[in-house]
């Protein structure tokens, strides 16, 4: 099972950013899959998730700014983020559950200028 971000990096305020996760190893198209963060100091949390059929749900902090979405015959997982804030920066982690639980080794964005 692999799970493997990327398109992070160092953006400015208002920037936009687009993260990708391609999975394998697992029945992709079965499981929910989610992006979660951690800043330092702070503990993990939910920033969107998205079923297999396509059903998505967003953290507060997020909504109108954030959108998640799937390729199933891809296998691929992608968070596109715009108009970001400074309280956006942290690592960012691609999940994937289906009562098993999997996790990518995440990647960085910064939001700074």
């Known amino acids: 099972v692999q799970l493997v971000e990327s398109g992070g990096g160092l953006v400015q305020p208002g920037g936009s950013l687009r993260l990708s996760c391609a999975a394998s190893g697992f029945a992709f198209s079965l499981f929910v899959m989610r992006w979660y963060r951690q800043a330092p100091g702070k503990e993990r949390e939910l920033v969107a998730g998205?079923?297999?059929?396509?059903?998505?749900n967003y953290a507060d902090s997020v909504k109108g700014r954030f959108t998640i979405s799937r390729d199933n015959a891809k296998n691929t997982v992608i968070l596109q983020m715009n108009s970001l804030k400074s309280e956006d920066t942290a690592v960012y982690y691609c999940n994937a559950v289906l009562g098993l639980n999997y996790w990518g080794q995440g990647t960085q964005v910064t939001v700074s200028s």
């Open positions: 998205i079923t297999g059929g396509g059903s998505t």
